[in-house]
């Protein structure tokens, strides 16, 4: 393969590798579908398989100048998530969602940066900068088990509403962290490294509300679907850019776009129109992030990755008991919305190559491989706490719980089969009487 690459040109091979990266996404799904694992998982496992410490079927240097499209994913993400932030629920709640959200955020954040730095052995740096991605948490996932079994209720509608905005305490507890190890990275201990990330992002969120303002004026009742796409998508790349000028996280301006958005025009069919067109876009991101993996650090990375995947699951259910019960609320929810907020991909993942910037050497791939190895873990077993979560917590009927089980080809063949035995064996009986 190195070889064909060497005979072309640029344009060539980029066109290459990006078919070759959606090719290879496609068909790995296609296996994670049989085995009722989420697209997440597969995406990220067809990266590593063709990425340059395995299959070697793209060449590093193309996988190293495709962080653009990681700004694209990330931009493309916040934006699905802001359509959450509607006025009225969030008044409904009247600031519990808020209290519960930066509790299960940030406990599990200063659990894992402990445990990263005093059972792990890793420096302040490194621990600062897991602790900050722990406290994301992967919307995706738990929406589509939401969506597939048709959970709804006063459960559901918290764990939206938590979910929406612990990204936004994601981010805010990252622009810290980065500032902190930054400082511990450089050795110079400067007010600009902790004010200068602030003001970038409080200017960030400034420009997002005027990003948002000025798309619901772009867009009206008359406009196409396809102009609507090209206006929406238009203004997203263009304040990711601004974003990227000062490397400040695209995340949170573009969640704060969708915010002021929504609540101007009440517009939902807008994210649908979006969610027909990100599709290639999210899987060239997880795929891109799978070749990022570095499979031989695996080896070392070991027993710090599982510290990491343990504690951060006791950090985000122990969070969100204690802001449950501080709050008031019923104990269905405080006794079981911990288990919906374990998955952890798209968010962790694009933090991760942010980090990647600022963190020195090896390091950098040190992180990268955990959050990689760890989301695919987090991918494996999130759905199924989320769907358990949800059952226990009433969102679900308890049949629905049993559903997989009913609609799995292996318990239908297994019956199948059952039934054709039992039917011969009637049939011997009968002739014999």
């Known amino acids: 393969m190195e070889k064909l690459y060497q005979t072309c040109d640029t344009?060539?091979?980029?066109?290459?590798?990006?078919?070759?990266?959606?090719?290879?996404?496609?068909?790995?799904?296609?296996?994670?579908?049989?085995l009722r694992l989420p697209n997440v998982t597969g995406y990220i496992l067809a990266g590593i398989l063709i990425g340059p410490c395995v299959g070697k079927l793209v060449p590093e240097e193309l996988v190293i100048h495709m962080d653009f499209i990681s700004d694209i994913a990330l931009a493309c993400i916040a934006f699905g998530v802001g359509q959450f932030f509607k006025r009225e629920s969030l008044q409904r709640s009247k600031g519990s969602v808020i209290v519960i959200t930066i509790f299960e955020a940030v406990i599990a954040g200063i659990l894992v940066c402990l445990a990263m730095h005093y059972l792990a052995g890793q420096e302040w740096g490194i621990s600062?900068?897991?602790?900050?991605?722990?406290?994301?948490?992967?919307?995706?996932?738990?929406?589509?088990?939401?969506?597939?079994?048709?959970?709804?209720?006063?459960?559901?509608?918290?764990?939206?509403?938590?979910?929406?905005?612990?990204?936004?305490?994601?981010?805010?507890?990252?622009?810290?962290?980065?500032?902190?190890?930054?400082?511990?990275?450089?050795?110079?201990?400067s007010i600009t490294y902790v004010v200068m990330p602030l003001v970038?992002?409080?200017?960030?969120?400034?420009?997002?509300?005027?990003?948002?303002?000025?798309?619901?004026?772009?867009?009206?009742?008359?406009?196409?679907n396809e102009n609507r796409l090209i206006l929406t998508f238009s203004l997203l790349l263009a304040l990711a850019g601004l974003c990227s000028i000062v490397d400040c996280s695209p995340l949170l301006a573009c969640m704060i776009m969708s915010a002021v958005y929504i609540n101007r025009t009440g517009d939902d069919c807008l994210y649908k129109i979006l969610d027909r067109f990100t599709p290639p876009i999210m899987s060239m991101f997880f795929v891109i992030s799978g070749m990022n993996l570095n499979v031989g650090m695996l080896k070392t990375v070991g027993v710090v990755g599982v510290i990491y995947f343990i504690t951060r699951i006791v950090g985000k259910m122990a969070g969100a008991a204690i802001g449950c019960q501080l709050t008031g609320a019923t104990k269905n929810i405080r006794n079981n919305l911990g288990l919906?907020?374990?998955?952890?991909?798209?968010?962790?993942?694009?933090?991760?190559?942010?980090?990647?910037?600022?963190?020195?050497?090896?390091?950098?791939?040190?992180?990268?491989?955990?959050?990689?190895?760890?989301?695919?873990?987090?991918?494996?077993?999130?759905?199924?706490?989320?769907?358990i979560g949800l059952i226990r917590g009433g969102a679900i009927p308890q049949e629905a719980g049993v559903r997989f089980f009913r609609n799995s080809r292996l318990v239908k063949r297994c019956v199948g089969i059952f039934h054709q035995r039992l039917f011969k064996k009637e049939k011997v009986s009968q002739e014999s009487f």
């Open 11 to 34: 344009t060539t091979c980029v066109l290459l590798a990006i078919a070759l990266i959606l090719l290879s996404g496609f068909l790995m799904t296609r296996l994670t579908k049989q």
């Open 128 to 189: 600062i900068i897991l602790g900050a991605i722990a406290t994301a948490t992967a919307p995706a996932s738990t929406m589509m088990t939401i969506k597939q079994y048709g959970a709804d209720g006063n459960f559901v509608s918290t764990l939206l509403q938590v979910v929406a905005l612990d990204d936004a305490v994601c981010l805010l507890v990252f622009s810290f962290a980065v500032a902190f190890a930054t400082m511990l990275f450089t050795g110079q201990i």
């Open 200 to 224: 970038w992002n409080v200017i960030a969120c400034i420009a997002g509300v005027c990003f948002g303002c000025l798309l619901s004026k772009l867009i009206t009742p008359k406009r196409t």
């Open 340 to 387: 919906t907020l374990i998955p952890q991909a798209g968010v962790a993942i694009g933090l991760a190559v942010l980090s990647r910037r600022i963190i020195p050497g090896e390091e950098a791939n040190l992180v990268m491989t955990i959050i990689l190895s760890s989301s695919v873990l987090y991918e494996l077993i999130g759905p199924a706490c989320a769907k």
